[in-house]
């Protein structure tokens, strides 16, 4: 009795986990670029009343064996890195990736980061930042006589000038893909950075042979969150929190009649 409450505060535990996981896609339901997140569980180690195999006389053994399981626990968050929707907002400077691939932005430390948020502003020198001005990577810079700017799905950027037809070019936009996205390591603000998991970036041009997509001009990726999917998995976990409280209310009945055993 006291292993099944145990057991059923391990899954309280973690259902409590699932739904501050759930929380947080909820919450960031609006925020452009970002990456719903999934918990996933796993079993905790048994209890081996009986082995499975044990021998059970000179030529028979047990066919299946006795073990009680110890509760679940946390194992990961899961990135998901499905593709969110577009939408269009006529800004020049808003990018999405249609595809594979990351805009790597430099961080105040200088280190790299990567960001599916492609929602770019000028700083006061003409360079294309984040909206909490970190660089995007490589450094593209507009001059403040541009009229016009315009990227090409292979993230070259060109611009004309006041009386001027032919464009100039700004540069190209480079992307950065790994070998497993769902390794990298979160760190806010829709930045991810490498972990020995993810593997080290990969760059390179967009719509290239690299594997990475293509880069379109005046649109925002938004979430991927879908909040029916999410509010099903709210109830889901709600029922199972629910559940697991009716064990721990049973087995404390149970060893309750227990002690008041008499002789």
Not at 123 to 137: M, P, R, Y
Not at 170 to 185: D, E, K, R
Request: without cysteine; hydrophobic residues 40%.
């Amino acid at each position: 009795m006291i292993r099944a409450l145990y057991s059923a505060a391990s899954g309280m535990t973690a259902q409590q986990l699932n739904i501050d996981n759930i929380a947080n896609n909820l919450a960031n339901a609006s925020t452009t670029g970002y990456k719903s997140r999934r918990a996933q569980f796993q079993d905790l180690l048994y209890q081996n009343m009986v082995a499975p195999g044990t021998s059970a006389g000179q030529s028979t053994i047990v066919p299946s064996g006795l073990q009680v399981g110890l509760g679940t626990r946390a194992a990961s968050s899961e990135i998901i890195f499905q593709q969110g929707s577009f939408t269009s907002t006529n800004n020049p400077l808003d990018l999405v990736i249609q595809g594979l691939g990351f805009f790597q932005i430099q961080q105040a430390s200088g280190n790299l980061a990567y960001t599916r948020n492609g929602s770019f502003q000028l700083n006061a020198t003409g360079s294309l930042v984040t909206s909490d001005g970190n660089l995007l990577q490589p450094q593209i810079t507009i001059p403040p006589a541009a009229q016009t700017v315009n990227i090409a799905q292979d993230g070259t950027v060109t611009y004309t000038l006041v009386g001027q037809t032919q464009a100039q070019n700004a540069g190209q936009i480079t992307l950065a893909n790994f070998q497993n996205p769902a390794g990298l390591n979160s760190l806010g603000a829709s930045l991810f950075v490498p972990t020995d998991a993810s593997g080290a970036a990969i760059v390179g041009t967009a719509g290239g042979s690299d594997g990475v997509g293509t880069i379109l001009q005046g649109y925002t990726e938004q979430s991927n969150v879908s909040v029916v999917d999410e509010f099903i998995n709210m109830i889901t976990s709600q029922r199972a929190y629910e559940a697991n409280s009716k064990v721990v209310k049973a087995a404390d009945e149970m060893y309750q009649q227990a002690n008041n055993l008499k002789q």
